[in-house]
């Protein structure tokens, strides 16, 4: 019988493969197809030298195609080496002083193997709310510092016991090296309070935290990346008195469900979205709303729904025993961030919470949870931070420099990027308060010491007033380079494909400091990384009030339509704006009517707010963006028309131009056009109108590759819309891993101000 030839491979994997249960899953692969050698964390990755048949060699690179549920395999790379004899398959000690980018994973969802052993009265940690293992648990925010172990972690305070111990230690078992493994002899333990922050001593604190829960009582829940306040949410009366309580008026709070069957009986799931949600990240998923029994004032005037399943065991624990969908919203008053300490927990929440559910594991860095929304079939990230942070996105062509980007203003995330790997730091908010600020100076300077990244240049937006510019320019010892906030919203896009440009760039957005130092916000340009020409931007309109006109988007509806009749005031509309006071009307008209009276704003996002509170009558907007949600969804899938409009040909910027869709639409309405048709014929409009611009720019431009990106491309209508506009000439790229809006800014500003400072001025023609 002939022998089959002994051979040798090493194999270098890259990605996130250091503390999700990978070299133990290598071992056990490994000894079951017979192979010998190592497996060792690296520098940055994994290296595996194995030894067997070629057929057993394959096998294993073969199941590489499977990892376990929390890795992300970013590149394997073979390479043959000389064959040596091995007893077994081992795993090898880490390699010392290696990179540390790779050391610390995001917080994996609890996995089903964790889940099952909660549940089962027999198991040893049979309702025990800290239980983890190899492929789940917290990661990210228990970390004190690297190389990521138990010592550097939240959990270092506690000894396992030799039971623990034994699991921690043997690489056959599940919680081999899991740095946060716990059970109840060693481990956390929960504690409840009440609302003046008293001690109740009680058996059961999720039992009666549960029960708190069924009386209609609010509880703070404290979980992985802050606390949660809950409350039931199928009664109308706890939603009221939780939105009262945080000052909270309008905007949705997210539903957790126990598992995949309780969240279609609230919402309507693909497959897509049914995957999303029980996805290792476990974000917040938007959905359909079915009519259900939850509370209508979870989610007031609007179809979507968003839910998350469990992705603690405690939070596995308490939906069991609430047995019912629970309200699970970031704990915080209206602006400020998350709360994620206790002590801080007890006193800022001191009046919203009736009960509080705390545990003594630490959580060093917090973090929100992420939220994904569907787009032409695709999960979108719309906020990117608990699950995904840290983990990076992958850069085609490699930095030349590490860099901070800071981001801009309204949901803040910066992104610290070296060499081929950009990482968002988590949700930070709005920069409007000194406790966001706070939390953002912190959190950039704990990302620079986990990933180890020294930035030598700071990238900020080009609006010398928002907070992260001053941020910015307040570091010493780094360069700063000013980066215009449409240019970095197209270069991020421009970032996830793998795009080197030059791009035509579709960049919508409610607003923006632009160049010439107006508001920019219905932009179409043609970018490299490094510089980027304006070749169309929507007609300007002015803003009446500034900042009030956001609020009360009735102003710009009211500029809009003054704009298309040629100053008049046509009859209709002073029915249209029954709920504005006579007085702010009439005085709005007065400024409309002086010249230069008003600052301009050109973004998409105002023409969706003034449409809305035209048509759909409304006189105010409850939190940024609402009204063109609803617009958007006042919107007739099934309508396929479009009004006028025109796109002037101007040398070098063409305008687009949407008084003729102004003036169609109201001619529509008083021929007793249907709302959702004019919403429709509106979003195909706007559709219509892009995909004319982009027409123009490829004329004299070359038909280049097509981004789209902002704030407006969280709309699936407009994004799907926008695509299929300009297909097939043009492939449209969509944002999928990295947010369409300012969340996703960062990145944008990390790559164009690396490629300006590199001098990298391609021309954009
Ligand atoms: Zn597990
Ligand atoms: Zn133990
Ligand atoms: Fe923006």
């Given at each position: 019988m002939a022998v089959a030839q002994l051979a040798g491979r090493r194999i270098h994997i890259r990605g996130t493969v250091q503390g999700v249960g990978f070299r133990p899953w290598v071992y056990r692969t490994a000894r079951a197809i017979g192979v010998t050698g190592t497996v060792r964390n690296d520098a940055d990755g994994v290296t595996i030298d194995a030894f067997g048949t070629d057929s057993e060699l394959q096998q294993l690179l073969d199941a590489l195609h499977d990892p376990p549920p929390a890795a992300r395999i970013l590149s394997v790379a073979v390479q043959e080496i000389e064959p040596r004899h091995a007893d077994r398959f081992e795993i090898a000690a880490s390699e010392r002083g290696g990179d540390r980018t790779v050391s610390i994973p995001p917080d994996l969802a609890v996995c089903p193997d964790c889940v099952a052993e909660i549940f089962d009265p027999s198991n040893r940690r049979y309702r025990y709310p800290f239980t983890n293992c190899t492929n789940c648990g917290p990661r990210f925010t228990i970390a004190l510092d690297i190389p990521y172990d138990r010592a550097a972690t939240t959990m270092g305070s506690f000894a396992m016991c030799d039971a623990c111990r034994r699991e921690y230690d043997d690489?056959?078992?599940?919680?081999?090296?899991?740095?946060p493994n716990a059970c109840p002899v060693c481990g956390p333990q929960l504690s409840l309070r009440a609302a003046d922050g008293a001690r109740l001593h009680v058996d059961d604190a999720i039992a009666r935290a549960a029960g708190a829960l069924k009386d209609g009582l609010i509880v703070a829940v404290k979980g992985i990346g802050g606390f949660h306040l809950a409350c039931d949410a199928r009664s109308d009366a706890a939603v009221r008195r939780l939105r009262a309580r945080k000052r909270r008026d309008e905007k949705p709070f997210a539903v957790m469900v126990r598992d995949l069957a309780a969240a279609e009986s609230i919402a309507v799931l693909g497959r897509e979205e049914r995957a999303l949600l029980t996805a290792v990240e476990r974000p917040i998923v938007l959905v359909p709303k079915r009519r259900s029994a939850l509370a209508p004032s979870i989610a007031p005037r609007n179809r979507m729904l968003g839910i998350l399943l469990p992705y603690s065991p405690l939070h596995y624990l308490l939906l069991a025993d609430a047995n019912r969908p629970l309200v699970m919203t970031s704990a915080n008053l209206s602006d400020e961030p998350i709360c994620y300490r206790d002590e801080d927990a007890l006193q800022r929440l001191a009046d919203i919470a009736d009960l509080f559910l705390l545990h003594d594991r630490a959580i060093e860095t917090r973090c929100d949870d992420s939220v994904v929304t569907m787009i032409a079939g695709r999960g979108t990230v719309i906020r990117r931070s608990r699950g995904y942070v840290p983990r990076p996105v992958p850069l085609r062509a490699a930095l030349a420099r590490p860099v901070l980007g800071c981001g801009a203003l309204l949901k803040n995330t910066f992104c610290l990027a070296q060499s081929d790997r950009a990482y968002f730091g988590p949700h930070i908010g709005d920069l409007e308060n000194v406790e966001t600020f706070e939390s953002y100076t912190s959190a950039i300077t704990r990302m620079e010491r986990f990933l180890d990244i020294a930035p030598t240049i700071v990238a900020h937006d080009l609006h010398p007033d928002y907070m992260s510019t001053l941020y910015a320019r307040g570091r010493s010892g780094t360069a700063t380079v000013a980066v215009q906030h449409h240019h970095a919203h197209v270069v991020s896009a421009m970032a996830e494909h793998g795009l080197e440009g030059p791009v035509i760039g579709i960049a919508y957005d409610g607003t923006g400091f632009g160049t010439d130092g107006t508001m920019w916000g219905g932009e179409i340009l043609v970018a490299t990384a490094a510089s980027f020409e304006r070749a169309a931007s929507f007609r300007p309109i002015p803003l009446v009030g500034g900042d009030a006109a956001i609020r009360e988007p009735w102003r710009i509806a009211l500029a809009l339509v003054m704009d298309a009749f040629d100053g008049e005031i046509p009859d209709a509309l002073h029915a249209m704006c029954a709920g504005v006071p006579e007085a702010a009307f009439t005085n709005v008209v007065r400024l409309l009517r002086a010249p230069a009276a008003a600052p301009k704003a050109r973004g998409v996002g105002r023409y969706f707010d003034a449409f809305a509170a035209l048509f759909l009558g409304r006189v105010r907007s409850a939190f940024e963006g609402q009204l063109a949600l609803e617009w958007n969804q006042a919107a007739d899938p099934s309508v396929r028309r479009t009004y006028r409009f025109t796109v002037t040909a101007d040398e070098p910027c063409a305008e687009i131009d949407m008084r003729e869709t102004v003036r169609d639409a109201l001619v529509d309405l008083a021929r007793g056009a249907a709302i959702p048709t004019i919403a429709a014929a509106f979003h195909n409009t706007i559709a219509a109108a892009t995909a004319a611009a982009v027409r123009v720019t490829a004329a004299r431009h070359g038909r280049l590759p097509v981004v789209a990106s902002g704030g407006c491309f969280q709309n699936a209508r407009l994004a799907e819309s926008v695509r299929a506009a300009l297909a097939p000439d043009f492939r449209v790229h969509l944002h999928e891993q990295v947010p369409p809006g300012d969340g996703g800014i960062a990145l944008g500003q990390v790559v164009a101000a690396d490629a300006i400072v590199e001098g990298r001025f391609e021309p954009c023609v």
């Open positions: 690489p056959l078992d599940r919680r081999f090296h899991a740095q």
